[in-house]
């Protein structure tokens, strides 16, 4: 199956401190300027500075790639642009933000969030986008999820994600293990047989407690059994909720986990650069994170979130999506912004960050995935069914904090099984 075919049939369902930067050189010598895309064109005017809030950490490989692109945008349209490396934290910062006045042009989060919790705030971008030709350079059924959640383009996706249990190879090797599980059953003899390696087999940070449990629920369930729980407090009442959690437990139990998970963000996830974890569910910008905190030089492998007995979905379901960016309607910078924003999704600078982010480029017309996740393609290819963020356990916004206390209880080993359950049933109650 072609790769946009591929896709197309997962989204269309549904689908430290802040750093504030201006444009520069960026301290790049002549021949490292010449390397970089070469841009030219008409640009729009700004009257004044435009203020972009981005997701990423300051100093981390995404904000370097990005810093770039907007010093090349600088140089090419004599605009300026602020950027302010928020971090993972902007989703709970945002809102609030654009309330109060902030003056705020480009905001960046989960392109999914971006279209539903954050879509009031956002500019529609159809008509700067059709002139611009925007869907000829983009993926439709990215694109396509967005207006489906939105009722309109409210932000342009970029960094396309796939998601599975990704690993360091060595700690395979060590382990003597030769193939990838595919059920359960099979990724439970893994884990034992990398624990008796000496490795801890499990990487889980508190950001990613909702995954890990939605992903397991829906292998089960399915998504929309998952969201059907979630929004309607059938804790108790579903038999697979408590199958779910008793996995989980297990693993626990078993000490599968780090002795630190679930922990702060990226404390665990940065135990695989240091050789101490072997796994980690979760999605592909981990080898770039994790080479990025620790300086690591892993050999990435990643498969299919196991299939469970008697599940609705099995490995063929692959949770994916995109990174975004937004306008907020209240700019007066909105056709700069857009601007910018084309600037860095699409074109040669797309494959420059995603080149320097190992990240699945924006593009289409650019192709090539980087080396450090080449064999995610496997899994990736062989998926035809999609899932959303957190495979539909975040689809409640009232209960997702209560979901991940409880999930933090229950992968800390301070909950059984039964408590995860009825202490969900009574809060959703």
Not at 222 to 240: F, H, I, L, R, S
Request: aromatic fraction near 10%; glycine fraction near 10%.
């Amino acid at each position: 199956m072609k790769k946009k075919q591929f896709i197309a049939v997962l989204l269309s369902a549904a689908i430290a401190a802040t750093l504030l930067a201006g444009c520069g050189s960026g301290g790049e010598t002549g021949q490292e300027q010449e390397d970089k895309p070469q841009v030219s064109g008409d640009f729009t005017k700004a009257d004044e500075p435009i203020v972009y809030w981005s997701m990423w950490d300051a100093g981390s490989n995404s904000a370097v790639a990005i810093q770039e692109a907007i010093d090349a945008y600088c140089e090419a349209s004599g605009n300026e642009v602020q950027v302010e490396w928020k971090g993972r934290d902007i989703q709970t910062i945002i809102g609030a933000s654009i309330d109060a006045g902030e003056q705020i042009d480009i905001y960046e989060d989960d392109f999914q969030r971006l279209s539903t919790t954050f879509a009031d705030y956002a500019l529609p971008l159809d008509d700067m986008a059709e002139e611009y030709g925007y869907f000829d350079k983009s993926n439709e059924a990215l694109t396509s999820a967005v207006e489906g959640w939105a009722g309109s383009l409210k932000c342009i996706p970029y960094q396309g994600y796939a998601s599975g249990v990704i690993y360091n190879k060595a700690a395979f090797e060590a382990a003597g293990i030769e193939k990838e599980p595919e059920t359960w059953e099979e990724f439970l003899d893994v884990c034992q047989k990398i624990k008796d390696a000496g490795y801890n087999p499990l990487a889980l940070d508190s950001a990613y407690t909702t995954l890990n449990l939605g992903y397991h629920l829906a292998r089960y369930i399915g998504q929309d059994g998952v969201k059907d729980v979630v929004d309607n407090g059938k804790w108790a009442e579903t038999p697979e909720v408590l199958q779910m959690a008793q996995d989980m437990e297990e693993l626990v139990s078993k000490g599968y986990f780090s002795e630190y998970a679930p922990g702060a963000f990226p404390e665990c996830e940065n135990e695989i650069g240091y050789d101490e974890t072997a796994m980690i569910v979760n999605a592909s910008w981990i080898p770039d994170e994790v080479t990025n905190n620790t300086g690591c030089d892993l050999e990435w492998g990643m498969f299919s979130y196991p299939s469970v007995e008697g599940g609705v979905d099995g490995t063929e379901a692959m949770m994916v999506g995109a990174q975004g960016m937004s306008i907020n309607k209240k700019s007066e910078n909105a056709q700069a912004a857009f601007e910018l924003m084309m600037f860095i999704t699409t074109g040669e600078w797309d494959a420059e960050i995603a080149s320097q982010t190992n990240a699945i480029p924006a593009d289409p017309a650019n192709g090539e995935w980087p080396e450090i996740i080449q064999d995610f393609k496997p899994a990736f290819d062989q998926a035809t069914k999609g899932y959303e963020w957190a495979c539909g356990m975040e689809n409640n916004a009232d209960m997702t904090p209560i979901i991940s206390e409880w999930g933090n209880k229950l992968f800390g080993g301070e909950c059984t099984a039964q408590e995860f359950v009825d202490g969900l049933e009574a809060a959703s109650n």
